[in-house]
């Protein structure tokens, strides 16, 4: 039986529906920019950096945009060429990337090798915090991870000192600690809902951080399965100030709060499947599609099922093809195409080179069937999304991670940019303003009279 609070509940949202209806041409009546985002598609220019940059398209001398290959820059180096520098010498070089993304040059070996000693030192998590996650029960991780950084602030001696000597601590603390929350967080997950061992392993002072992680969340690893992990949070270190969850971060830090108070806001941003937990989507499309797409290598069985996708007749029905299309890059997501070539050696590694080349295969088909069926003359491609969950899946890491994962990867991209946002010169409060389009007053009626 409903109780009044309850029909009460239900009443004022059903009022929802017209109290947050706006006509969509109002925002062109009053130039207002949708998401942020130009008519053309293109971001709104709200801010300058010196961190990260993301290249997928140019501008004509008519103003209009030109689809080029993606690139990606961190720091004004290329970021095929930092990648490739790590793969071709098959080492690891996430910590190399965030020494380059907090201080804004490469490191020597000396300066390398004390960072990662200083990595290191700082992923045991105090007694308190260990404690607080043992006691969770939460199924979600990044609940539990936003959870556990706020309850850092009360073991921060200095939590609001704005110096950059404690912000630059501060943002070392959080990258080197966000591994073992995460594995910790995923192991009580699994001995409280799955009622497996409980492990709480203690990281090495040899091991890389990607290493460091495998070890903490399941004990053994492959030397490629780090490799490949170690690439995939290089990927996802840093993607401009505009990424949602960067924005957010910027936003906040732009209010003077705490570093604590504004990495959560980032973590609950990351967690919409708009944004981090895309790669969720894609490995349950890929299972369907395999179940569904009968001969994995025939180009026509492949189209007709992508079409109908599209004409939202199977799958989910929502007319999407996961992990194609992006904000920015157009013809192509250099961090997928980077993540691709690992990629192909651990399926090889894993036996699961036949699946690998079905992805590929999805991959070139969809981008194809995009184009026929939309028409609209918007060039898309695969985004890194389409390829980290299945490899994720080859390492052999729970579903529960994939995003927390990103997470672990963006702390770095995050700090920098807090760390930036604290230190202009000519930083302000980030406030853009929204038109009110109601009646300027509204007659008040006393209580007696409604």
């Known amino acids: 039986m409903t109780t009044k609070q309850e029909y009460l509940t239900f009443k004022i949202a059903d009022t929802l529906k017209q109290t947050c209806k706006i006509d969509n041409s109002l925002f062109k009546t009053y130039g207002v920019k949708r998401g942020l985002r130009n008519e053309d598609g293109s971001g709104v220019l709200v801010g300058l950096t010196k961190i990260?940059?993301?290249?997928?398209?140019?501008?004509?001398?008519?103003?209009?945009?030109?689809?080029?290959?993606?690139?990606?820059?961190?720091?004004?180096?290329?970021?095929?060429?930092?990648?490739?520098?790590?793969?071709?010498?098959?080492?690891?070089?996430?910590?190399?990337?965030?020494?380059?993304?907090?201080?804004?040059?490469?490191?020597?070996?000396?300066?390398?090798?004390?960072?990662?000693?200083?990595?290191?030192n700082k992923m045991p998590l105090t007694h308190e915090t260990t404690m607080n996650i043992l006691e969770l029960r939460g199924s979600n991780i990044m609940n539990i991870l936003a959870r556990s950084v706020l309850e850092m602030y009360n073991?921060?001696?200095?939590?609001?000192?704005?110096?950059?000597?404690?912000?630059?601590?501060?943002?070392?603390?959080?990258?080197?600690?966000?591994?073992?929350?995460?594995?910790?967080?995923?192991?009580?997950?699994?001995?409280?809902?799955?009622?497996?061992?409980?492990?709480?392993?203690?990281?090495?002072?040899?091991?890389?951080?990607?290493?460091?992680?495998?070890?903490?969340?399941?004990?053994?690893?492959?030397?490629?399965?780090?490799?490949?992990?170690?690439?995939?949070?290089?990927?996802?270190?840093?993607?401009?100030?505009?990424?949602?969850?960067?924005?957010?971060?910027?936003?906040?830090?732009?209010s003077m709060t705490d570093i604590y108070s504004s990495i959560a806001a980032g973590i609950g941003s990351l967690k919409g499947p708009l944004h981090g937990g895309a790669n969720i989507q894609v490995v349950d499309m890929f299972h369907h599609l395999k179940e569904n797409i009968h001969d994995w290598k025939n180009v026509d069985e492949i189209d007709t099922y992508l079409t109908r996708m599209l004409n939202k007749e199977v799958y989910n029905k929502t007319g999407l093809i996961y992990g194609i299309g992006h904000a920015v890059y157009t013809i192509s997501d250099p961090r997928a195409l980077l993540l691709?070539?690992?990629?192909?050696?651990?399926?090889?590694?894993?036996?699961?080179?036949?699946?690998?080349?079905?992805?590929?295969?999805?991959?070139?088909?969809?981008?194809?069937?995009?184009?026929?069926?939309?028409?609209?003359?918007?060039?898309?491609?695969?985004?890194?999304?389409?390829?980290?969950?299945f490899v994720y899946e080859m390492i052999g890491l729970p579903e529960e991670i994939y995003t927390p994962l990103f997470a672990m990867a963006r702390i770095v991209g995050w700090t920098a940019h807090r760390n930036e946002e604290l230190n202009f010169a000519g930083k302000r409060i980030i406030r853009p303003a929204y038109k009110n389009i109601l009646p300027e007053a509204v007659e008040y009626v006393p209580i007696e009279k409604r």
């Open 52 to 120: 990260g940059n993301v290249v997928g398209y140019e501008r004509t001398e008519e103003g209009k945009l030109k689809p080029i290959p993606g690139k990606l820059f961190y720091r004004g180096y290329d970021l095929e060429d930092l990648v490739h520098a790590v793969i071709n010498e098959k080492r690891f070089g996430f910590e190399e990337i965030t020494y380059l993304l907090l201080s804004g040059s490469l490191p020597d070996k000396e300066e390398l090798a004390q960072f990662s000693r200083l990595l290191y």
């Open 340 to 389: 691709r070539e690992l990629a192909r050696e651990l399926a090889k590694e894993k036996g699961r080179l036949e699946e690998f080349e079905f992805l590929e295969l999805l991959e070139e088909r969809s981008v194809d069937v995009f184009a026929r069926v939309k028409n609209n003359g918007k060039t898309v491609s695969s985004n890194i999304d389409f390829y980290s969950g």
């Open 155 to 254: 073991f921060d001696e200095n939590p609001d000192d704005l110096s950059r000597e404690n912000l630059m601590r501060q943002s070392i603390e959080l990258i080197s600690r966000f591994p073992t929350i995460i594995a910790y967080a995923y192991n009580v997950l699994r001995h409280h809902n799955k009622e497996r061992s409980l492990h709480i392993r203690h990281p090495h002072g040899e091991k890389s951080l990607a290493e460091n992680f495998l070890y903490m969340l399941k004990g053994d690893f492959t030397g490629l399965e780090a490799r490949t992990l170690d690439l995939l949070l290089i990927l996802q270190a840093e993607h401009g100030g505009g990424n949602n969850s960067t924005f957010t971060v910027r936003v906040t830090s732009s």
